[in-house]
Each structure stands twice: as C-alpha cells, then as structure tokens.
C-alpha cells in the first residue's frame, strides 16, 4: 500500500463528523442539540483514536517493509539465506537469498525437505538429515557444513544452522534457518592455507617487511639460511644482514625501483649470524593498500655461493690448463690482445716467449704419461717462479709453454728471462724413483718490431722456437725474419721427406774407424745422405730431426739397417772379412720395440756373424729412457749385437745407469776431441772418459779427429779407437772399400 491509500480512511471519519455536526445544527432544539453535541464529539474521538490507530499500523506495516528490505540486503551481502518450516502443515517458505544460494528459480517454490536432502551429495546426506533429526531429539539448534548442488549443478560449500521451536506440551511448532555460501571462504582459507604451507615450507629465505621496512615475519628457510630467527630479526631493518660490500649506490637504484615499479632482483652480498659472507640473489616485490601505499615488502632470496663457485671453476677451467693450473690458448689470446692494446697506447714493447721441451715425447713415451704429466707440473712451477708476477704463463697443450711480458725496456732484459727460463728448466727433475732431465728451446717475438698483432707474434716466436731446435736445443733466439724462411724450409722438407723412401732418393756413406792398436779400419759408421733431386746431397742434420718429429725416422731407420747390412754383406762378398758395421739408431727406433726383431732378421737375412753388427745410440736418448735402454740393449745383446753409447759427454749420464747398459763401447763426442792442446777443460774430459771407459771395461771410440796432435795425445791416453776427418771423411761404398783395402790391405 501507499501512503495516499493510508491517509484517506482518516479524512472520511473527519468529513463524517463533521457532517453530522453541521445537520445536528440545522435541525435539532438546543437540549437534544447538547446531547446531540455531545454524540457527535464522542463518534468524533471514536473517529480519531480509529484513524490515529489505523496510521500507526500503517507506520508499523511501512517499517516491516521497510525491515524486510533490509533483511533480504543484509542476507544478500552475507550471503546468508534464511527458511522457515511450520510443522503442523509442513509449509516451507525460503528468503530470496535461499533461493539464489540454492540456484533455484523463486517461482518453482521451495519444495520440501526432502527436495533439499536430494540437492545434498550423498556422501554428505546422512550426515546432514542425523544432524536434523538430532535437532529435533536434543531440542538443541544445530549447524552442520556440507556440500550442495544447486540447481544449475555447481557445487557450494553450505553452512547450515537452524532451531526448532516446540509448543507447552513439547510438539514441534515449526524450524527456523539459515544457510549461509562459504564457498569463497573456505576457497580463500584453503588458498590461505596453501600459501602459508608455502610460506613455511618454501626453500627459499621469505621475509616481510611493513611499510617502514621494519621485519613483520620470516620463515624457517630464512633461518636455515641466515641463522637468525624471527625473533632475533623481528621489528628490525634488514639492512642487519648486509655484509657490507654491496655499494651504496646499488641500495639506491634498488629502492628506487621497488618504489617505481614496485619490484627489484638482483643479487647482494649478506652476513650470516656466524659471520659467514654469501651473495644472494634478491627479489622483492610490494603489497599495497586500497589507497595505493606500500603496506608490505616481500622479499624471498636464495644462497648463489654454490652457483657462483661453479660459475668461477667453469670460467677457470675455460682460461687455465687442467693439468698445470696455467692459463690456456684461449686465456693467452685475451691476455696478449690486451697487452697489446696497452702497448700500442703507451708505445711499449711485449715479448712472447716460446718454448718447447727437448726429447719430452721421449720420456713422456717410454716412462708413462703419468711421469710425463709430473715433468709438465714442474716444469710449469719452475717456469711460473722464474718470471715476474705480471708476466703470463701459458701451457699451449703438450710440452709447449708461452711467457708474455708486458712492459718491456730493454731487449736485453728479455734475453735475461729466457736465459733464466734455460736454467730453471734444463736443471735435473727427481720424479718418483727418476732423475729426469729436459731443456728447453725458446724462440722469442717481439711488439712491435716481429709482429703487429698476436697471430704474428705467435707465429713468429713460434719459427724462432724451431730455429734454437735446430741450433741444438736448450737454447733460446729472437725472430729473425729469416726464420719464417727456415720455417718454410722445414715444412718443404717435410712434404719432400715423405716421397724420398719411394723415390729411393737415400744414400749411405760410410766413415772408417780405426783401431789405434794395430792400424787396420775396425768398422765403418754408416751415415746417410739424401740425394735430393733439386738440392743434391742432403746432410742428415737437415732431415733427421724433422723425420723423427714426424715419425718417418721409423720407415728410414728400417732402410738405414737393411742397407748398411747388405753392404756388409757385399764386403764380406768382396773378401772384407773383419770390418764391422755401426749404425746409428735414434730415440724412435729403441722406443719401439720391433728392433731386436729387425736385427734378427737382417742377420739371418744377409747370414751376418754375430758381432758384425754395431747399434749408436746417444747417450740423451739413453739416459731419457734408461729402463727401456736396459731392456732393450739387453736383448740385443744376448743377439750379439755390439753396443756403442755416441756423443758421450754432451748429457747428463748417470754412472749407475751406465754400469747397468750392456754396452760394449764409449765414443767421445767430437767437442771434446776438438779441444785437445787449446782447452784444458775438454782434455780433462778426454782424459776422464778413457779412464771411465776402461775402468767399465769399455771400448774406447774417439770421435772427430782431425789433427795428428789429437790423434799423438788420444794414442798416448791409451785411446783404443778414432774416427775423423784425419783418417777419412764418410765415403760412397765403393770408395769405403777402397779405403778399406788399402788399410787393411787385400786379401786378394
Ligand atoms: N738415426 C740416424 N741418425 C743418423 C744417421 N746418419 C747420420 N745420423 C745422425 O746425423 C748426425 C750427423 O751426421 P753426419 O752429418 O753424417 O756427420 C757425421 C760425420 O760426418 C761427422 N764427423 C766425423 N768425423 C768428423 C770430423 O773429424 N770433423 C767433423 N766436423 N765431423 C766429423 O760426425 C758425424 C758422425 O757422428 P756420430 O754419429 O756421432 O758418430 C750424426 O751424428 C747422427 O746422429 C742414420 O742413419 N740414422
């Protein structure tokens, strides 16, 4: 109803009374008028407690409207739906909130209890109607929580409550009830839950902060990380854990970002509680109110020191040689290109020094490589305690090493390093139950006057490198651009080498030795040449080490055999019955132990008598590889193969070794005959080694003679053998023969 409707009734009473009032006056006598006065303002007052009655309910009416109104709001924002069941007639009646909640048209009416039980999942039914009926026996309001299924399917979380009312006699008179959606909360608590489980149990350190940045929480695994516990950090700044090495700066650009963006990562340096310094990597993001302002910082971090350590072994194991700990190829690229840059700037000098071991494949190949690797390691520590602090070490991979120095003043101050690099290397190695010994060759490049960049200056020191090999090793020399010419020369001569057995373009000279005792030629030194077809008669210094560095001295040295004992073979043919044949075997040939074998073959092959075979081998190869030498001599010994140890007195000989090879003879190396009457030191050493010859029991075999006053002071030392440009130089076979003829004279 309106309020129009509520304000008529009131007037018609009022017109009513005043009608009466007004006919009572026209027609009545004064008595009945008073009397008739007084009617009319009694049915007066009748009129107005009646209307003054009927607007107070219409007031009472508006403001139950008005109530329910509020009711059905209050129920909407709580999402509470109320219902009410009168059990004498079983009328159920529901809120319109009820309706929604269930997701039930209004017009389809509510049904009845058993409707609703059917809307309950089954598993939650029982549990729901006992909870009803419970109600009912115990006279107690109940609330029970369980599913529903509205009626357009989905599923909501129910809070129901209710109570029933019951008459004087206990009947029940009807239930009053709510159902409440809590299907968001418990969604949110739920959510609620997994995040805090989350919060708790995350690996990473989580701590809050308020708006002041004052700490709110933190969880177990900032504990764990930290060692501070919440209530060591709790209402402090976190600027407590900085380590203090993260610059001020950075803090600045940090917040600035938390405070534009709202976020920030990166990483910090932290101080755990016992001091221990980590870096971490941060990220912390803000949580705002409803008028935008910051309410919390949330910062999470984890430990990087693992990840950082590994970073810093990759990056090491990227610029350092494993097995040395020396920077690598890649590191001196980078260090040289800048050096090189600085240098170019400030107009300075860098030096590359080059350096690779003498005979280090020999050790390494006869002793293990585990031996091998040690000799690297201590040759790398002695390189690396010889150069200043500012100078790189590099190993290149095998026996090469590179020393870069930046800064260089005079040229002289880099000859000084590589003779200092010369003495700490070539100095003797005690490896296990070895003395080992190596030298090294260094070739040298300088900026700017032998290359403009590192390619050049590698290469270059690089040729230098083979020039003091070939200038017979433990040596250094500085780039001459006639290196690069020598460089090439030894790659012609490689590519050359390897046709020069095919195209049979090895010949053998033969150099007499002569038995001091009784005059006669004792052997002939088998020599090779190669007859090159441009360059002619090639000497053996020019090839021999490029064939052993390329292991074509294998095929050749097999040659060299063969051919030396088919010539033998032809004297004797010829009638040369006493003359022996000595054949200089190289490092490769004893390494390899087919050599006993191709000995064996090449006597019974040609019939040779045993003892008409003489193996050289240099005392450095010997000593290098002196358990292999032993073994080895030994078996060719038992074939009857003579042995002579060559040029010794230019290694380092160990008398113990020497007394354990099977050898035969001693031949003192050319430089030491040469000094005889001008240098008193290499006469001394002639006059020591004939003495240790005899005291071993060996022959004597001076080399390089080439004055009677050699040969007058050799006799008179009680030399039993020489060899040299005196007697003869080394001749073509048939010019051998008739040199041996004529000493020996014929027998035909
Ligand atoms: N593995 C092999 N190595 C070989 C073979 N043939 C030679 N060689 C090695 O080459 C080295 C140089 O030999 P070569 O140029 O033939 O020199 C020899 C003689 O010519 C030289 N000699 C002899 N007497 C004198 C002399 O009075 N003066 C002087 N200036 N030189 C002289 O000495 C070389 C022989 O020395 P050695 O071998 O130590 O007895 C040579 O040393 C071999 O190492 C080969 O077939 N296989």
């Given at each position: 109803m309106s309020g129009r409707q509520i304000i008529k009734p009131g007037r018609g009473y009022a017109l009513l009374a005043l009608a009466l009032l007004v006919s009572g006056l026209l027609s009545m006598h004064l008595d009945y008028f008073v009397a008739w006065l007084l009617v009319v303002a009694g049915l007066a007052v009748v009129a107005w407690l009646l209307w003054s009655r009927q607007r107070n309910n219409q007031r009472v009416i508006a403001g139950l409207r008005q109530g329910r109104q509020q009711l059905r709001e209050a129920q909407r924002l709580a999402q509470i739906g109320s219902w009410e069941l009168e059990i004498p007639t079983g009328r159920l009646t529901w809120s319109e909130e009820l309706y929604r909640i269930f997701g039930i048209?209004?017009?389809?009416?509510?049904?009845?209890?058993?409707?609703f039980l059917q809307m309950v999942p089954a598993e939650d039914r029982e549990r729901v109607d006992e909870a009803y009926r419970a109600s009912f026996r115990e006279r107690e309001p109940h609330e029970v929580e369980h599913r529903l299924i509205t009626g357009s399917g989905q599923i909501k979380q129910i809070r129901s409550r209710w109570e029933t009312h019951f008459d004087a006699l206990g009947n029940p008179l009807r239930t009053i009830g709510t159902a409440q959606d809590i299907t968001d909360l418990r969604r949110m608590e739920s959510q609620m839950q997994l995040l805090g489980t989350a919060f708790h149990h995350s690996g990473e350190a989580i701590l809050i902060t308020d708006h002041d940045n004052r700490i709110v929480t933190v969880n177990p695994a900032f504990t764990t990380l930290t060692g501070y516990t919440l209530?060591?950090?709790?209402?402090?700044?976190?600027?407590?854990?900085?380590?203090?090495?993260?610059?001020?700066?950075?803090?600045?650009?940090?917040?600035?970002?938390?405070?534009?963006?709202?976020?920030?990562?990166?990483?910090?340096?932290?101080?755990?509680?016992?001091?221990?310094?980590?870096?971490?990597?941060?990220?912390?993001?803000?949580?705002r109110d409803d008028a935008g302002e910051i309410r919390y910082h949330i910062a999470h971090f984890t430990d990087v020191s693992?990840?950082?350590?590994?970073?810093?072994?990759?990056?090491?194991?990227?610029?350092?040689?494993m097995l040395t700990g020396l920077a690598n190829r890649f590191s001196l690229k980078e260090r040289l290109e800048h050096a090189l840059a600085v240098a170019r700037r400030e107009s300075s000098r860098v030096a590359l020094l080059f350096i690779d071991l003498d005979?280090?494949?020999?050790?390494?190949d006869t002793l293990g490589h585990h031996i091998g690797d040690e000799l690297l390691i201590q040759v790398s520590q002695r390189l690396r305690s010889a150069v200043r602090d500012s100078d790189l070490v590099a190993r290149l991979g095998g026996d090469e090493f590179v020393v870069m120095a930046s800064g260089v003043e005079q040229m002289s101050s880099v000859a000084t390093v590589a003779e200092k690099l010369v003495k700490v290397v070539g100095e003797p190695y005690a490896i296990g139950p070895h003395t080992l010994y190596t030298t090294p060759s260094i070739g040298i490049a300088v900026y700017p006057m032998d290359g403009e960049n590192g390619?050049?200056?590698?290469?270059?020191?690089?040729?230098?490198?083979?020039?003091?090999?070939?200038?017979?090793?433990?040596?250094?020399?500085?780039?001459?651009?006639?290196?690069?010419?020598?460089?090439?020369?030894?790659?012609?001569?490689?590519?050359?080498?390897h046709q020069a057995l095919e195209r049979d373009e090895f010949v053998l000279y033969y150099q007499p030795v002569i038995d001091l005792g009784s005059g006669r030629v004792s052997c002939v030194e088998a020599l090779i040449r190669w007859r090159h077809p441009e360059r002619g008669l090639v000497a053996p210094g020019l090839f021999i080490g490029v064939a052993e560095e390329t292991g074509l001295i294998q095929p050749i040295g097999d040659w060299v055999v063969w051919t030396a004992c088919r010539q033998l073979a032809a004297f004797r043919a010829a009638?040369?019955?006493?003359?022996?044949?000595?054949?200089?075997?190289?490092?490769?040939?004893?390494?390899?132990?087919?050599?006993?074998?191709v000995a064996h073959g090449v006597i019974d092959a040609y019939s040779l008598a045993r003892g008409d075979l003489i193996f050289e081998i240099t005392e450095s190869v010997a000593m290098e590889q002196p358990d292999e030498t032993i073994r080895v001599l030994d078996v060719l010994r038992s074939m009857g193969v003579t042995l002579a140890l060559d040029d010794f007195g230019t290694g380092y000989s160990s008398l113990s070794y020497l007394r354990m090879f099977a050898l035969d003879k001693l031949k003192l190396d050319r430089s030491f005959v040469e000094g005889i009457g001008e240098d008193i030191d290499g006469q001394v050493i002639c006059d020591a080694t004939i003495?240790?010859?005899?005291?071993?029991?060996?022959?004597?075999?001076?080399e390089g003679v080439e004055t009677e006053a050699q040969l007058d002071y050799l006799r008179a030392r009680g030399c039993d053998l020489v060899q040299g440009y005196l007697f003869s130089k080394p001749l073509p076979a048939l010019e051998a023969e008739a040199f041996i003829r004529q000493r020996n004279g014929s027998p035909g």
């Amino acid at each position: 109803m309106s309020g129009r409707q509520i304000i008529k009734p009131g007037r018609g009473y009022a017109l009513l009374a005043l009608a009466l009032l007004v006919s009572g006056l026209l027609s009545m006598h004064l008595d009945y008028f008073v009397a008739w006065l007084l009617v009319v303002a009694g049915l007066a007052v009748v009129a107005w407690l009646l209307w003054s009655r009927q607007r107070n309910n219409q007031r009472v009416i508006a403001g139950l409207r008005q109530g329910r109104q509020q009711l059905r709001e209050a129920q909407r924002l709580a999402q509470i739906g109320s219902w009410e069941l009168e059990i004498p007639t079983g009328r159920l009646t529901w809120s319109e909130e009820l309706y929604r909640i269930f997701g039930i048209d209004p017009q389809a009416g509510p049904g009845d209890y058993q409707r609703f039980l059917q809307m309950v999942p089954a598993e939650d039914r029982e549990r729901v109607d006992e909870a009803y009926r419970a109600s009912f026996r115990e006279r107690e309001p109940h609330e029970v929580e369980h599913r529903l299924i509205t009626g357009s399917g989905q599923i909501k979380q129910i809070r129901s409550r209710w109570e029933t009312h019951f008459d004087a006699l206990g009947n029940p008179l009807r239930t009053i009830g709510t159902a409440q959606d809590i299907t968001d909360l418990r969604r949110m608590e739920s959510q609620m839950q997994l995040l805090g489980t989350a919060f708790h149990h995350s690996g990473e350190a989580i701590l809050i902060t308020d708006h002041d940045n004052r700490i709110v929480t933190v969880n177990p695994a900032f504990t764990t990380l930290t060692g501070y516990t919440l209530e060591d950090v709790a209402g402090k700044n976190p600027k407590l854990l900085s380590a203090g090495r993260t610059l001020p700066e950075e803090y600045e650009r940090m917040w600035a970002s938390i405070r534009q963006k709202g976020y920030w990562q990166g990483e910090v340096w932290d101080r755990r509680k016992d001091g221990g310094v980590y870096p971490k990597w941060l990220s912390i993001s803000v949580m705002r109110d409803d008028a935008g302002e910051i309410r919390y910082h949330i910062a999470h971090f984890t430990d990087v020191s693992a990840e950082r350590a590994a970073e810093a072994r990759l990056h090491h194991m990227a610029h350092h040689d494993m097995l040395t700990g020396l920077a690598n190829r890649f590191s001196l690229k980078e260090r040289l290109e800048h050096a090189l840059a600085v240098a170019r700037r400030e107009s300075s000098r860098v030096a590359l020094l080059f350096i690779d071991l003498d005979r280090f494949k020999v050790i390494n190949d006869t002793l293990g490589h585990h031996i091998g690797d040690e000799l690297l390691i201590q040759v790398s520590q002695r390189l690396r305690s010889a150069v200043r602090d500012s100078d790189l070490v590099a190993r290149l991979g095998g026996d090469e090493f590179v020393v870069m120095a930046s800064g260089v003043e005079q040229m002289s101050s880099v000859a000084t390093v590589a003779e200092k690099l010369v003495k700490v290397v070539g100095e003797p190695y005690a490896i296990g139950p070895h003395t080992l010994y190596t030298t090294p060759s260094i070739g040298i490049a300088v900026y700017p006057m032998d290359g403009e960049n590192g390619e050049a200056l590698m290469k270059n020191a690089d040729a230098a490198m083979y020039h003091a090999k070939a200038a017979g090793r433990n040596n250094f020399q500085f780039f001459d651009a006639r290196m690069n010419e020598a460089a090439i020369e030894r790659l012609n001569i490689e590519h050359a080498l390897h046709q020069a057995l095919e195209r049979d373009e090895f010949v053998l000279y033969y150099q007499p030795v002569i038995d001091l005792g009784s005059g006669r030629v004792s052997c002939v030194e088998a020599l090779i040449r190669w007859r090159h077809p441009e360059r002619g008669l090639v000497a053996p210094g020019l090839f021999i080490g490029v064939a052993e560095e390329t292991g074509l001295i294998q095929p050749i040295g097999d040659w060299v055999v063969w051919t030396a004992c088919r010539q033998l073979a032809a004297f004797r043919a010829a009638g040369i019955a006493d003359v022996k044949m000595a054949i200089n075997i190289s490092a490769v040939q004893m390494r390899n132990s087919s050599l006993p074998v191709v000995a064996h073959g090449v006597i019974d092959a040609y019939s040779l008598a045993r003892g008409d075979l003489i193996f050289e081998i240099t005392e450095s190869v010997a000593m290098e590889q002196p358990d292999e030498t032993i073994r080895v001599l030994d078996v060719l010994r038992s074939m009857g193969v003579t042995l002579a140890l060559d040029d010794f007195g230019t290694g380092y000989s160990s008398l113990s070794y020497l007394r354990m090879f099977a050898l035969d003879k001693l031949k003192l190396d050319r430089s030491f005959v040469e000094g005889i009457g001008e240098d008193i030191d290499g006469q001394v050493i002639c006059d020591a080694t004939i003495g240790l010859a005899h005291a071993l029991g060996l022959t004597l075999v001076a080399e390089g003679v080439e004055t009677e006053a050699q040969l007058d002071y050799l006799r008179a030392r009680g030399c039993d053998l020489v060899q040299g440009y005196l007697f003869s130089k080394p001749l073509p076979a048939l010019e051998a023969e008739a040199f041996i003829r004529q000493r020996n004279g014929s027998p035909g």
